[in-house]
């Protein structure tokens, strides 16, 4: 097992509720796959660097997890297919 951390950001005309089901969403993907997370840190709603699709703020995730060499790829297809996702970025992390 791994160390990863991804960064990811949420469209931001999602409500709380639904900002909340999109982390849940992946939280679960991480664990069905033998994943296991330490720890998620919501950084809220900020200003992008630049605009993406028009937006100017995302709403910003951090989680840190465990799992399998092979496991990155899927989490990002996972994320390059729902369209509430804005940008990611899955990396490793040195132990």
């Known amino acids: 097992m791994n160390a990863y ?4 950001v949420i469209t931001p005309e999602l409500d709380e509720e639904n900002n909340q ?3 849940d ?3 679960g993907i991480i664990a069905e796959n033998g994943g296991e997370i330490v720890k998620t840190d919501l ?4 200003r992008l660097a630049y605009p993406i699709d028009y937006k100017t703020e995302g ?3 951090l989680v840190t997890f465990n799992a399998a060499p092979e496991f ?3 989490l ?3 994320f390059k297919n729902d369209e509430r996702i804005l940008r ?7 132990a």
């Not at 951390?5 to 990811?8: A, D, R």
């Not at 950084?43 to 900020?46: D, E, N, S, T």
């Not at 990611?88 to 040195?94: D, G």
């Open 5 to 8: 951390e991804v960064l990811y």
């Open 21 to 23: 089901a999109v982390i």
């Open 25 to 27: 969403k992946f939280a």
């Open 43 to 46: 950084w809220g709603k900020r």
């Open 59 to 61: 709403f910003y995730t």
């Open 72 to 74: 990155p790829r899927e």
């Open 76 to 78: 990002e297809r996972n």
């Open 88 to 94: 990611y970025m899955v990396t490793r992390k040195e």
